[in-house]
């Protein structure tokens, strides 16, 4: 994420796959019980049911129905250039190949991705 403003790794910082728009519990409760700060970074399709569940301002909906979705609209341009993003088959892997193709310079354009940086350091890095 150095693209967005700081580096996760000089921070520490673990990202976890939750698998599905309701995985979310487990992480959280062991973060809680080990005195862990968190965040949930989610889609619009999780974000009403993860809303009723956790702190609101835990949370960054990415404003898109999922991931990959969110990626090929935040990247248009980028995403135009990438040849193996066609033959990917489903969607994580298309997410894999559209997050290795992206560079750094291509990243600091993002607004989404400078407000998603901004937010980690407000609520992660206390």
């Known amino acids: 994420m150095p693209g967005g403003g700081f580096s996760l790794d000089e921070y520490d910082i673990e990202i976890l796959n939750a698998h599905s728009d309701t995985n979310f519990r487990t992480p959280v409760e062991i973060a809680k019980k ?15 049911k993860i809303r009723e569940e956790f702190d609101e301002h835990k949370i960054f909906n990415l404003g898109k129905d999922d991931f990959v979705d969110f990626l090929e609209d935040e990247f248009k341009v980028c995403c135009k250039k990438i040849p193996e993003l066609e033959a990917a088959k489903g ?21 989404k991705i400078k407000d998603l940086a901004n937010f980690i350091k407000k609520n992660l890095l206390l």
């Open 34 to 48: 080990l005195n862990i700060p968190y965040s949930i970074v989610c889609d619009n399709k999780a974000f009403p």
């Open 91 to 111: 969607k994580p892997q298309k997410t894999m190949v559209i997050l290795q193709s992206l560079k750094d310079e291509e990243i600091k354009d993002s607004t």
